[in-house]
Every structure is written in C-alpha cells, then in structure tokens.
C-alpha cells in the first residue's frame, strides 16, 4: 500500500543515515477503507492527494515542535507490505495509519517538499497553530496559507539535493 509519512528536512537527514525511516511505530496517512468511503466520487489519485495533504498537516506539526530551520514541510511517499500497518478508527482522521515497522529507504517511492516561496507562509502557519488549535479563525486562515502551496515532487535520487549533499 502507498503510504504518506510526515516528516521533516532534519528528518530525512537521519532516515538517510539510517538507512531507514523509523523507528516504529510511524504515523502516516493512505487510501483506506474509511477514506474511501467518506469520498465517494473521488477516483484513487484524488483520495492519494487527500492523503499526501492530511500527512502534509501532520509535517507542520512535527515542525511546531521545534524543529531546526529551514521550514519546510515534507511528506515522504513509501510502498509498505499492508501486514505492516493498522488503520485506525478515528473518524477525525480517515486516512490514518499506523506502520508496525521502520521503513527502509529502498522502499521510499518520492518525496514531496514546499518549495522556497513556502516558508514565509510555512514559519506563520507554525506560529499561528495553537491559536488555530483553540479555534481563532483568524489563524486558521494563516494555517490555510501554508495549506495553500503545493508540494514539490522530488525522486528519490533527488533526496540528497534536497537535504544539501549534491557534492
């Protein structure tokens, strides 16, 4: 199953060294019975691309928990063996899951990352979430602005480019 896994710049950097993103249990989000369900007309891309922006949503936390600069968020894309995760019940999360195991890099499909023009917006959405968090709409709508750029595609032979190690 694809799975999209919320992660960070700082992140990737230690899942490259380890050979692995890990350790488990990992949070990630897919295409799953109950997200399926909730959207009915849309066809699988739609519901990948509801999936890669919920563990969008969920890289902007982790970077409100005081990760270094630069901030970026990051959403990286794995095939995993469906025996590897639990799909969690939680109607506020449909496309939730849970890996039972790292995941090695040799089974990261691509990585998805805000491109430079992002980070003004990014920096404000992580200051603005827990006035959001506490219903201030006026935050929320930072939040969304951060929401609003797509994330880049980049192949997995790209990762070191993006973490800076292209010598």
């Known amino acids: 199953m694809r799975v999209y896994l919320p992660c960070t710049l700082p992140a990737l950097a230690h899942a490259v060294e380890a050979g692995e993103l890990g350790p488990a249990p990992l949070t990630g989000y897919a295409v799953t019975p109950a997200l399926t369900?909730?959207?009915a007309s849309g066809d699988t891309e739609?519901?990948?691309?509801?999936?890669l922006t919920e563990a969008a949503r969920a890289s902007l936390r982790m970077l409100a928990d005081g990760v270094d600069p630069p901030p970026r968020r990051v959403?990286?894309?794995?095939?995993?063996p469906d025996a590897s995760l639990s799909i969690s019940a939680d109607l506020a999360e449909r496309g939730r899951v849970r890996l039972t195991e790292?995941?090695?890099?040799?089974?990261?499909?691509?990585?998805?990352?805000?491109d430079g023009y992002a980070?003004?917006?990014?920096?404000?959405a992580v200051a603005a979430l827990p006035?959001?968090?506490?219903g201030d709409d006026d935050a929320r709508f930072t939040v969304d602005g951060a929401e609003a750029h797509e994330l880049m595609w980049y192949a997995t032979?790209?990762?070191p480019?993006?973490?800076?190690?292209?010598?």
């Open 102 to 114: 790292p995941v090695p890099l040799a089974k990261v499909a691509s990585v998805h990352v805000d």
């Open 161 to 167: 480019y993006l973490l800076g190690n292209d010598h």
């Open 75 to 80: 959403v990286v894309a794995a095939e995993v």
């Open 37 to 39: 369900e909730w959207y």
């Open 119 to 124: 980070v003004a917006d990014v920096e404000a």
């Open 157 to 159: 032979q790209e990762i």
């Open 131 to 134: 006035a959001a968090d506490q």
């Open 46 to 51: 739609e519901l990948e691309y509801v999936a």
